[in-house]
């Protein structure tokens, strides 16, 4: 089974709801059938690289609301990750644009360390005290070498603005398919939608519904005991 999540680097309930998900995973009976894909979703696409400002000044003014109101947020978020195990700074983080961490995704799901990379990302980004977005591309370097990635490779895709582009717009424009108008989004063998950071029980039972859903084999045609070769060998003919 294939559960495809939508998400951004800069959603904190794209952060809670991951570890909702993986809590709800680790329970599952046939959780090494999982195959689980991160796909590209930008909250704020038309933030210029290098546009970075504080997480509460672009709440007060994305949204209209009062700087009491946006801290009293972040602090409600910070409840809510602490519960899933999770460090979470409520103040002090900063805000920016996002396309070239996910082309980064999209090069280490290639060479299979996308999760390790956007774990990294989700820690950097939520709980230490260094930023994200201010530091430059070295920073990027720098966390990508901890999931196990080259760095010469990371700074020749952040050198190449169009390296990776194409398959974050195309995740954009998929989302936009599907009906997701927000993150995180899952998608269960392209069959069950989940929207949002979701309690565990919720991730749980819609795993069990695909799974059980799941077509199966039948057989036709010919006979039962034709020859056939399996994991002890070959069946050796008799006639």
Same mark, same amino acid.
């Given at each position: 089974?294939?559960?495809?999540?939508?998400?951004?680097? =800069?959603?904190?309930?794209?952060?809670?709801? &991951?570890?909702?998900?993986? !809590?709800?995973?680790?329970?599952?009976?046939?959780?090494?059938? #999982?195959?689980?894909?991160?796909?590209?979703?930008?909250?704020?696409?038309?933030? =210029? &690289?290098?546009?970075?400002?504080? /997480?509460?000044?672009?709440?007060?003014? !994305?949204?209209?609301?009062?700087?009491?109101?946006?801290?009293?947020?972040?602090?409600?978020?910070?409840?809510?990750?602490?519960?899933?195990?999770?460090?979470?700074?409520? +103040?002090?983080?900063?805000?920016?644009?996002?396309?070239?961490?996910?082309?980064?995704?999209?090069?280490?799901?290639?060479?299979? +360390?996308?999760?390790?990379?956007?774990? /990294?990302?989700?820690?950097a980004n939520f709980a230490e005290e260094r930023s994200l977005f201010t530091e430059g591309d070295?920073?990027? #370097?720098?966390?990508?070498?901890? =999931?196990?990635?080259?760095?010469?490779?990371?700074? &020749?895709?952040?050198?190449?603005?169009?390296?990776?582009?194409?398959?974050?717009?195309?995740?954009?424009?998929?989302?936009?398919?599907?009906? =997701?108008?927000?993150?995180?989004?899952?998608?269960?063998?392209? !069959?069950?939608? /989940?929207?949002?950071?979701?309690?565990?029980?919720?991730?749980?039972?819609?795993?069990?519904?695909?799974?059980?859903?799941?077509?199966?084999? !039948?057989?036709?045609?010919?006979?039962?005991?034709?020859?056939?070769?399996?994991?002890?060998?070959?069946?050796?003919?008799?006639?």
């Open positions: 089974m294939r559960v495809e999540i939508w998400s951004d680097i =800069a959603c904190p309930w794209c952060y809670v709801g &991951k570890a909702r998900f993986e !809590k709800a995973l680790a329970a599952f009976p046939h959780r090494d059938q #999982v195959e689980v894909v991160h796909r590209s979703f930008e909250l704020d696409p038309g933030r =210029a &690289k290098g546009d970075t400002q504080p /997480v509460i000044t672009m709440l007060t003014k !994305k949204y209209g609301m009062s700087e009491a109101q946006a801290q009293a947020g972040e602090d409600n978020l910070g409840a809510q990750a602490a519960a899933e195990g999770l460090d979470y700074r409520t +103040r002090g983080r900063d805000h920016g644009n996002t396309f070239d961490l996910h082309r980064l995704l999209h090069f280490a799901k290639e060479q299979g +360390r996308q999760d390790e990379l956007i774990q /990294v990302f989700y820690r070295e920073r990027l #370097v720098e966390l990508a070498v901890e =999931a196990g990635l080259l760095a010469a490779d990371i700074r &020749k895709i952040l050198a190449d603005p169009e390296a990776y582009a194409d398959d974050v717009r195309a995740d954009e424009r998929e989302a936009a398919e599907l009906g =997701a108008n927000g993150v995180p989004f899952f998608v269960l063998d392209r !069959k069950y939608g /989940v929207s949002g950071a979701q309690p565990s029980e919720a991730f749980a039972q819609a795993l069990t519904q695909a799974w059980g859903e799941r077509p199966s084999l !039948k057989l036709v045609g010919g006979s039962d005991e034709a020859e056939a070769c399996g994991p002890d060998g070959c069946a050796v003919p008799q006639h």
